[in-house]
């Protein structure tokens, strides 16, 4: 196994999406590690204080390649990363290891026409948060004694598909903005492969979110990780599946509330007849009697999103996965 280092920078860093046809930013083995720089606020960096643009963010800023922007969204991502061996099929198994932010201010935006109340809030805000790294909070308002603790993930951590050009907004059974807050240090995430090498991309860093992401945005923030990617051949799944140091999670995504519930429950039902030995029937009481589904985001258009929380402590034994 090898450790690489991935800084950021207008070479490995893309804009808008996911594309198969970009050139790789870092080619590894299975089970090599990587420490990761990422960066947000592209489209935000002419209203952003001092202490929020660093050189290395300018130079991207102001000399970003045309070339690696492939979609519509707001999001820079770092990557593609390519793993040799990865076929379509297969499975990468991304460990996040550490995240941690890179700077101690982060923003948070509405966006017009976005957002669960876009008729309610129709005014753009843009707001920069200050981070207490020390402590580990935000203070928000600003003087208000309201204190958030600082849990910090990636919002995006996602693969390539056949797709010339897919947008950095919606998530899908590539990954992508999945904004999952349980997705933090010590987890891991498995995502189907759709192209050779996997070409997975990962930023959008959070520092705080609430499940919802309600206003559009978290506490977007640019982000330190160490992940490590194993290629495994010997999983079936089709659509993102995690496991936190507590829970295991499945995920479902629909341009309605319902419809993105119905299939995160689907999959939890699928995982439970695969890997705990039930029937659909048991599965599915057991869904009603000890599995916690909650809303990932009602903000990424058009995908809603639903994550079903499966107590790993509540199995007779371990599920290796």
Not at 14 to 39: N, R
Not at 86 to 115: H, M, Q, T, Y
Not at 159 to 172: C, D, K, L
Not at 176 to 189: F, M, P, T, V, Y
Request: aromatic share 8%.
């Amino acid at each position: 196994m090898t450790h690489h280092i991935l800084k950021a920078s207008c070479q490995t860093v893309h804009l808008g999406g996911f594309s198969h046809q970009l050139e790789p930013a870092l080619t590894i083995d299975s089970g090599d590690s990587i420490d990761v720089e990422t960066y947000t606020g592209f489209y935000v960096s002419d209203k952003a204080p001092p202490e929020f643009l660093t050189p290395e963010f300018l130079e991207i800023c102001q000399h970003f390649p045309p070339e690696r922007k492939v979609g519509t969204g707001p999001h820079l991502l770092t990557g593609p990363i390519y793993v040799k061996d990865a076929e379509p099929g297969d499975v990468l198994e991304v460990k996040l290891e550490a995240i941690s932010p890179r700077l101690p201010i982060g923003f948070n935006a509405i966006r017009p026409g976005w957002g669960a109340l876009p008729q309610q809030f129709t005014e753009p805000r843009l707001r920069f948060i200050p981070l207490d790294l020390d402590k580990g909070v935000a203070e928000f308002p600003t003087g208000s004694g309201i204190k958030i603790p600082l849990q910090p993930f990636f919002g995006i951590v996602g693969v390539a598909t056949e797709e010339t050009s897919r947008s950095s907004v919606p998530p899908g059974s590539y990954g992508g903005n999945i904004d999952n807050r349980e997705l933090q240090a010590g987890s891991r995430i498995f995502l189907p492969v759709f192209v050779p090498g996997g070409l997975l991309s990962i930023g959008d860093g959070h520092s705080a979110q609430g499940d919802g992401e309600i206003n559009v945005t978290a506490i977007e923030t640019s982000m330190n990780g160490t992940i490590q990617i194993n290629l495994r051949k010997d999983l079936p799944f089709i659509y993102p599946i995690a496991e936190t140091p507590t829970d295991i999670i499945t995920m479902g995504f629909g341009e309605t509330l319902d419809a993105a519930f119905e299939f995160a429950l689907t999959q939890m039902i699928t995982f439970l007849e695969r890997f705990a030995g039930l029937s659909a029937e048991e599965a599915y009481v057991l869904c009603s009697l000890a599995v916690n589904f909650h809303i990932t985001q009602v903000v990424n258009t058009p995908q809603k999103g639903v994550h079903g929380m499966l107590p790993k402590s509540i199995l007779p034994k371990a599920i290796q996965l």
